[in-house]
């Protein structure tokens, strides 16, 4: 089943903060974050592993919170190369396959000098 | 530089003909990759799991004499389109895991914009 991913789309201005986040039904082992601009494929922004884990890279972070099977994904002080597609992608507890991946719907991030 | 190579980048091709996309792990093994597709302004779908030295995996609604996938190598992995209607049209993508030397990564290739006229 397809993680729902909040909001659908935000508009910010250069400097400001966003949140996105990514909400599953059945227990992760893990979730992904990729950003996608258009009519390119995604690039690997971070996976995260363990319940409650928290990463960073430069000025996009994310947790994981396992036992609400949430993971959110923050972007501060954004930057016009910020826009874009975002997708959580995620993976099962007990999947058949290692690396398998169920995207959400996708966060539809704009930002304005 | 790129670690998941997908090759043709785009393909238009007449109705009923048959197209192979090629998906390379450029400096990393995968025994596993996975193919999606994307539609305009949509997410990415699974199509398959693809398997190195066995039959692929393909998620239901996915017909596996439409889209034959073969995986001969721990770096190559190829899907088929077979006798592509225009419906086919699509952006395909593959992507492969790599957790060697400590990293844990799943890189997706450039993807295949495939146009069935």
């Known amino acids: 089943q397809q993680p729902v991913q909040s909001p659908q789309a935000v508009i910010l201005r250069e400097g400001e903060d966003a949140v996105i986040n990514c909400s599953s039904s059945?227990?992760?082992?893990?979730v992904h974050w990729y950003r996608q601009k258009h009519g390119e494929a995604p690039v690997f922004l971070m996976i995260?592993?363990?319940?409650?884990e928290q990463k960073g890279h430069e000025k996009i972070s994310a947790s994981f919170n396992e036992k609400k099977q949430q993971s959110s994904l923050y972007l501060t002080a954004s930057q016009l190369s910020y826009s874009g597609t975002y997708f959580c992608?995620?993976?099962?507890?007990?999947?058949?396959?290692?690396?398998?991946?169920?995207f959400g719907q996708g966060t539809i991030l704009t930002v304005h000098p | 530089g790129a670690v998941v190579s997908q090759h043709p980048s785009r393909v238009i091709c007449k109705s009923g003909t048959s197209v192979k996309i090629e998906c390379r792990s450029l400096?990393?093994?995968?025994?596993?990759m996975f193919w999606y597709r994307q539609f305009p302004k949509q997410s990415l779908m699974l199509m398959a799991t693809?398997?190195?030295?066995?039959?692929?995996?393909?998620e239901q609604g996915v017909e596996k004499d439409k889209f034959l996938i073969n995986h001969a190598s721990l770096t190559l992995s190829t899907l088929t389109v077979t006798s592509a209607h225009p419906e086919d049209s699509s952006f395909y993508i593959c992507?492969?895991?790599?957790?060697?030397?400590?990293?844990?990564?799943?890189?997706f290739g450039p993807g295949t914009r495939l146009t069935v006229l």
């Open positions: 992507s492969a895991r790599d957790r060697g030397r400590g990293r844990d990564t799943q890189y």
């Open positions: 400096d990393f093994q995968a025994t596993t």
């Open positions: 992608g995620t993976e099962v507890t007990g999947g058949t396959s290692y690396g398998k991946l169920t």
């Open positions: 995260l592993l363990k319940g409650g």
């Open positions: 693809s398997n190195e030295g066995s039959k692929a995996t393909y």
């Open positions: 059945k227990a992760l082992y893990s």
